[in-house]
């Protein structure tokens, strides 16, 4: 005679939409205040979602804040996941600007949620609203039940599941999002950007002996980028956790490549240079072709280089540049670039 069993754990799951609507009058709301949702139950308990248009603190001014509340008194609190998404007009979660979180609480969420500045100019922030998606699943008794061998299937092959799609970026994304346990504080244009230290170990080699020895901690905590803009070094910090680069319209990937390949060089991360080195080549034209030229010869952008040069090789380009004074610009600021032109174009059959 056989017997089965069967453990079972328990969820039920619930969502709550919360639209913003006249987003910039919430923006008077002072910093660590927060306007909170209707009620709505999930799992047998009552909840609320906190908005702080201003951050939770003055650490986090420059963020929306959103806090999960559980309304009920339960002494020993709940255990729940949960998650905050940002919707897109077509009330899609935005992948970048959705957090997720685990924990036994009475309130959890996040500080950072999303920075007011790319909330307000972002297309999912229409006629001064914007919503948010917070899903919730509470996680109630485990159970043990008698079930019928047939349905356990004992001794019948397991059916094939198909794994999910890696997660390692978005969960690394979501830690520098809302900065928990961040130890580094980078001060950048006006903004302070908080970061791991470990990550930033790992990831640079400059990083890490910067950061290295027991003397450093203290004093590393607070570091001052000079020569960067604010959304430059973010980018290159969601390079480090995520290994990927924002989306970016043309006229924005060709202003922020050249300061990130830059910075890649600086910092020693050689993946990213020849990232934003390919993705250069897209740009090279006409106009460009010189500046790029310069640059290249600058930072050791050796493919970029190559790429201008071959379309310098093109008679019909060479003359187009000719007539902008692009020539002239190279011999000003690059001149070996101009003469390892000149050795191509003699070399030319």
Same mark, same amino acid.
Not at 127 to 156: H, N, P, R, Y
Not at 173 to 196: K, Y
């Given at each position: 005679m056989k017997t089965a069993s069967a453990i079972v754990a328990v969820t039920e799951s619930g969502q709550h939409v919360l639209r913003i609507d006249g987003y910039s009058h919430t923006t008077d709301v002072p910093t660590g205040s927060d306007i909170k949702s209707a009620h709505f139950r999930v799992g047998g308990h009552s909840w609320?979602?906190?908005?702080?248009?201003?951050?939770?603190?003055?650490?986090?001014?420059?963020?929306?804040?959103?806090?999960?509340?559980?309304?009920?008194?339960?002494?020993?609190?709940?255990?729940?996941? $949960?998650?905050?998404?940002?919707?897109?007009?077509? @009330?899609?979660?935005?992948?970048?600007?959705?957090?997720?979180?685990?924990?036994?609480f009475t309130d959890w969420g996040t500080s950072a949620f999303i920075r007011r500045s790319d909330?307000?100019?972002?297309?999912?922030?229409?006629?001064? !609203?914007?919503?948010?998606?917070?899903?919730?699943?509470?996680?109630?008794?485990?159970?043990?039940?008698?079930?019928?061998?047939?349905?356990?299937?004992?001794?019948?092959?397991?059916p094939e599941v198909a794994?999910?799609?890696?997660?390692?970026?978005?969960?690394?994304? @979501?830690?520098?999002?809302? @900065?928990?346990?961040?130890?580094?504080?980078?001060?950048?244009? @006006?903004?302070?950007?908080?970061? $791991?230290?470990?990550v930033l170990a790992a990831r640079s080699p400059v990083f890490r002996a910067e950061l290295a020895g027991a003397g450093s901690v203290a004093a590393a905590r607070r570091i001052v980028i000079e020569d960067m803009e604010a959304q430059d070094f973010e980018a290159?910090?969601?390079?480090?956790?995520?290994? !990927?680069?924002?989306?970016?319209?043309?006229?924005?990937?060709?202003?922020?490549?050249?300061?990130?390949?830059?910075?890649?060089n600086r910092y020693g991360m050689e993946r990213l240079r020849l990232l934003c080195e390919e993705r250069l080549r897209e740009f090279v034209d006409v106009r460009t072709v010189a500046v790029?030229?310069?640059?290249?010869?600058? $930072?050791?952008?050796?493919?970029?280089?190559?790429?201008?040069l071959r379309f310098l090789g093109d008679p019909g380009n060479l003359r187009e540049v000719v007539k902008m004074n692009g020539l002239q610009h190279l011999s000003r600021s690059c001149p070996s670039v101009l003469e390892d032109l000149i050795a191509k174009l003699a070399a030319a059959p």
């Open positions: 609320r979602v906190s908005y702080y248009p201003n951050g939770l603190s003055s650490a986090w001014s420059d963020y929306v804040s959103l806090f999960l509340k559980l309304d009920d008194d339960v002494p020993n609190g709940v255990r729940v996941r $949960h998650t905050f998404s940002l919707l897109d007009r077509d @009330g899609k979660p935005v992948p970048y600007f959705t957090n997720a979180g685990k924990r036994i909330l307000e100019k972002s297309e999912h922030l229409q006629g001064d !609203s914007f919503t948010i998606l917070c899903d919730v699943t509470v996680m109630k008794e485990i159970q043990t039940k008698i079930v019928d061998v047939d349905v356990v299937g004992v001794g019948a092959a397991a794994p999910p799609p890696p997660e390692l970026g978005r969960d690394m994304g @979501g830690v520098l999002a809302t @900065g928990e346990a961040a130890d580094v504080a980078f001060e950048v244009d @006006g903004r302070t950007l908080m970061a $791991h230290r470990c290159l910090l969601r390079y480090m956790y995520t290994d !990927s680069l924002p989306e970016m319209e043309r006229g924005e990937a060709a202003a922020m490549l050249p300061d990130l390949a830059a910075a890649a790029m030229l310069a640059f290249a010869g600058e $930072h050791r952008c050796h493919g970029l280089k190559e790429a201008c």
